[in-house]
């Protein structure tokens, strides 16, 4: 079993920071790419970054140039970096990897539980 803890998340004012964490733990022989997603009160789940094992981003295009994701493989954690917020950013923050899982050997997607982040007008 692979558990992704989620932290960081909060309300803050438009224009501030926050900065998102994502622990992978358990069953783990290595983790493929990792992202974040959020999803906003009516509306659909959508990626917001995501992270290969070798540090290649891809970002949305609402968040490019404010949001920063990063790993440390060593850790098995995930960050998001979240700056210049706007109340659009507000919904919860859900964490994804895809993670080859020990005996047996077998790729599987997990994600967090969420975290919430609300920024005020």
């Known amino acids: 079993q692979v558990q992704l803890v989620e932290s960081g998340g909060g309300l803050v004012q438009a224009g501030g920071s926050l900065r998102l964490s994502c622990a992978a733990s358990g069953s783990i022989a290595s983790i493929t790419t990792m992202g974040w997603y959020r999803q906003a009160p009516e509306k659909q789940r959508e990626l917001v970054a995501i992270?290969?094992?070798?540090?290649?981003?891809n970002y949305a295009d609402s968040v490019k140039g404010r949001f920063t994701i990063s790993r440390d493989n060593a850790k098995n954690t995930v960050y998001l970096q979240m700056n210049s917020l706007k109340p659009e950013d507000t919904a919860v923050y859900y964490c994804n990897a895809g993670v080859f899982t020990t005996a047996p050997l077998r790729l599987n997607d997990y994600w967090g539980q969420g975290t919430q982040v609300t920024v005020s007008s």
């Open positions: 992270i290969t094992n070798r540090g290649n981003t």
